[in-house]
């Protein structure tokens, strides 16, 4: 116990200590308890939902501010790529068994959508962003200002106004739409209309507002997006989207321009329509298989080589054939 006289000595110091030094020790006490209620009010934050799986769920993406769970599909993810037909299939006995699977998401059921997801699939849903399809149920709600010239070579399809609050309305049911019937992701195609003769003077700056608004939608459903070819915008819009489906840059020179994708850690979805097919030449399959030449700068990329009609057929660079080969 320490002594009277000791504690009146402590006192007396205490009591001759000037005003500035009181000042200055409250001030550093004050620090020290915001500091440390900081650091507690944080370490709960990052602690609130339990486990690890729980951290993931409620985690952000730092760039594009989407969910965590979201599915984010992994560099040379197996694929097939079917448009032109309605999936008829067996749930127990799916082919070609491969990780995901890209489909029209108009000619599908959910039904087929969860039979592919208890399969242990994921679903990508195509549908046309860019354009205007004069068969699809909501050719209607488009208006003539939203429309400029045919697409070439595709007979009732017109490039739309990107800019358009008509267009992008409709676009935004689509990918609710997507949604509801379970879709994994989007692939909207058509994105790129300002590389074409559209009519409707659309420039690159367009397409990346466009897509920006479309993976905007997209995260408001936890659904992942890819980018549809398009290159000259990779470089502004890679950071939005979580894969990209290119169409033929073995056949134009133009793989490497892709490549950005593979080392941000996104797959290239990567489709080619060789001549002969479905007898494709051996010559012509190295050629888009061998990552030299021609397919230079497609290390990594998920190759799958179709007829144009995106049919089941489909082979892939290790020799594996399936579906049937008809043109349609």
């Given at each position: 116990?320490?002594?009277?006289?000791?504690?009146?000595?402590?006192?007396?110091?205490?009591?001759?200590?000037?005003?500035?030094?009181?000042?200055?020790?409250?001030?550093?006490?004050?620090?020290?308890?915001?500091?440390?209620?900081?650091?507690?009010?944080?370490?709960?934050?990052?602690?609130?939902?339990?486990?690890?799986?729980d951290k993931a769920?409620?985690?952000?993406?730092?760039?594009?501010?989407?969910?965590?769970?979201?599915?984010?599909?992994?560099?040379?993810?197996?694929?097939?790529?079917?448009?032109?037909?309605?999936?008829?299939?067996?749930?127990?006995?799916?082919?070609?068994?491969?990780?995901?699977?890209?489909?029209?998401?108009?000619?599908?059921?959910?039904?087929?959508?969860?039979?592919?997801?208890?399969?242990?699939?994921?679903?990508?849903?195509?549908?046309?962003?860019?354009?205007?399809?004069?068969?699809?149920?909501?050719?209607?709600?488009?208006?003539?200002?939203?429309?400029?010239?045919?697409?070439?070579?595709?007979?009732?399809?017109?490039?739309?106004?990107?800019?358009?609050?008509?267009?992008?309305?409709?676009?935004?049911?689509?990918?609710?739409?997507?949604?509801?019937k379970g879709c994994?992701?989007?692939?909207?195609?058509?994105?790129?209309?300002?590389?074409?003769?559209?009519?409707?003077?659309?420039?690159?700056?367009?397409?990346?507002?466009?897509?920006?608004f479309l993976a905007?939608?997209?995260?408001?459903?936890?659904?992942?997006?890819?980018?549809?070819?398009?290159?000259?915008?990779?470089?502004?819009?890679?950071?939005?989207?979580?894969?990209?489906?290119?169409?033929?840059?073995?056949?134009?020179?133009?793989?490497?321009?892709?490549?950005?994708?593979?080392?941000?850690?996104?797959?290239?979805?990567?489709?080619?329509?060789?001549?002969?097919?479905?007898?494709?030449?051996?010559?012509?399959?190295?050629?888009?298989?061998?990552?030299?030449?021609?397919?230079?700068?497609?290390?990594?990329?998920?190759?799958?080589?179709?007829?144009?009609?995106?049919?089941?057929?489909?082979?892939?660079?290790?020799?594996?054939?399936?579906?049937?080969?008809?043109?349609?």
């Amino acid at each position: 116990m320490e002594p009277i006289s000791e504690k009146r000595s402590h006192e007396a110091k205490k009591a001759a200590w000037p005003l500035w030094k009181k000042l200055a020790i409250a001030g550093a006490v004050l620090v020290t308890i915001v500091v440390i209620a900081v650091g507690v009010g944080v370490g709960v934050a990052r602690n609130r939902g339990g486990n690890n799986d729980d951290k993931a769920h409620h985690r952000r993406d730092d760039i594009s501010g989407r969910a965590a769970s979201v599915w984010r599909p992994r560099v040379g993810a197996t694929w097939q790529i079917i448009l032109r037909t309605r999936l008829n299939i067996d749930a127990g006995n799916i082919s070609p068994d491969v990780e995901v699977y890209d489909i029209d998401m108009y000619e599908n059921s959910a039904e087929t959508i969860k039979k592919l997801q208890d399969a242990g699939k994921k679903v990508i849903c195509y549908f046309s962003a860019g354009s205007y399809e004069n068969w699809r149920a909501d050719k209607g709600s488009f208006k003539d200002g939203d429309m400029g010239k045919e697409l070439e070579g595709w007979p009732g399809e017109r490039w739309l106004k990107l800019s358009s609050e008509n267009v992008r309305n409709i676009m935004a049911v689509r990918i609710k739409y997507a949604a509801d019937k379970g879709c994994d992701s989007i692939d909207p195609d058509n994105v790129d209309g300002f590389q074409n003769d559209n009519g409707l003077g659309l420039t690159a700056d367009d397409s990346i507002s466009f897509v920006t608004f479309l993976a905007g939608e997209a995260a408001k459903y936890n659904m992942s997006i890819g980018l549809k070819n398009a290159a000259d915008i990779i470089p502004t819009v890679l950071n939005l989207m979580d894969f990209s489906v290119n169409e033929q840059c073995a056949e134009k020179h133009e793989c490497e321009r892709f490549s950005p994708f593979i080392a941000a850690g996104k797959p290239v979805f990567h489709i080619e329509y060789p001549n002969g097919a479905p007898n494709i030449a051996p010559q012509d399959v190295n050629s888009v298989c061998s990552r030299t030449g021609n397919s230079k700068g497609a290390d990594g990329f998920s190759t799958v080589m179709k007829l144009m009609n995106l049919n089941p057929w489909v082979q892939y660079c290790d020799g594996k054939i399936y579906g049937r080969g008809e043109a349609e």
